[in-house]
């Protein structure tokens, strides 16, 4: 089994300053760990993805996280917020790398940027 | 455009009615999901279909019906028996389950 813990369910930075996301995960097996964005009334789009091989992981828009095994980590990073990234954040793990679409979901966590 | 439609975008029902939400992919993939969103919470699992003619229950099946009988689409029905189901729905589509591919989801209202 697993699951997905948020920390933080409403985040707000100023434009420019730095995107940190916090998510850890507990899986009974080497785990299988996704960051998604969702805007108002849309569907999920995927950031970025962590399988196997280097722990940092880079995505799409900037955002970049880092699988952390000894923290049961996976933080999504990016350096410099801008007024679009302003949107809901999920964090997923999967036991099943060929059924991604059986992950766990975070809670997400909401993304406000100030300009 | 490839992509996952989904329709109706808005939806009201009455309590005692059953509705059927519409999810249609022409990405070719074989694995097809739905999924249901609360506020504050993430996505949890209604029903998936790794191939047509096939479907799997998922963490919170009851009081939804799926069928699968084109690889194409993947229709919900919402039965009287879903005793909350106001929610956004999400559908989605995966090529050979590695990364999946939302729909942009069915807010579903029951008056």
């Known amino acids: 089994a697993q699951s997905v813990t948020q920390l933080g369910s409403h985040v707000s930075v100023s434009e420019g300053a730095l995107v940190l996301l916090r998510c850890n995960y507990s899986?009974?097996?080497?785990?299988?760990l996704f960051w998604y964005v969702q805007y108002p009334n849309q569907g999920l789009q995927l950031l970025l993805k962590y399988t196997t091989g280097a722990t940092l992981v880079k995505g799409i828009n900037g955002f970049e996280a880092e699988f952390k095994k000894s923290e049961t980590s996976f933080h999504l990073t990016k350096p410099s917020a801008h007024m679009s990234d302003a949107a809901e954040y999920f964090c997923a793990v999967s036991a099943d790398n060929t059924n991604a679409g059986k992950s766990t979901f975070g809670d997400g966590t909401t993304l406000t940027v100030k300009p | 455009d490839g992509g996952i439609t989904q329709s109706p975008k808005y939806l009201f029902r009455k309590e005692g009615q059953n509705v059927t939400l519409s999810c249609e992919q022409n990405?070719?993939?074989?694995?097809m999901y739905w999924y249901r969103q609360d506020p504050g919470q993430g996505l949890r699992l209604i029903y998936y279909?790794?191939?047509?003619?096939?479907?799997q229950k998922g963490d919170i099946a009851e009081g939804y019906s799926v069928s699968r009988e084109k690889k194409e689409s993947f229709p919900l029905t919402v039965t009287s028996a879903q005793k909350n189901p106001t929610a956004f729905y999400l559908c989605?589509?995966?090529?050979?389950?590695?990364?999946?591919?939302f729909g942009p989801g069915t807010r579903l209202t029951v008056l």
């Open positions: 989605a589509s995966s090529n050979s389950g590695r990364r999946v591919f």
């Open positions: 990405l070719n993939h074989d694995a």
């Open positions: 279909s790794q191939i047509v003619n096939d479907f």
């Open positions: 899986s009974s097996v080497p785990p299988y």
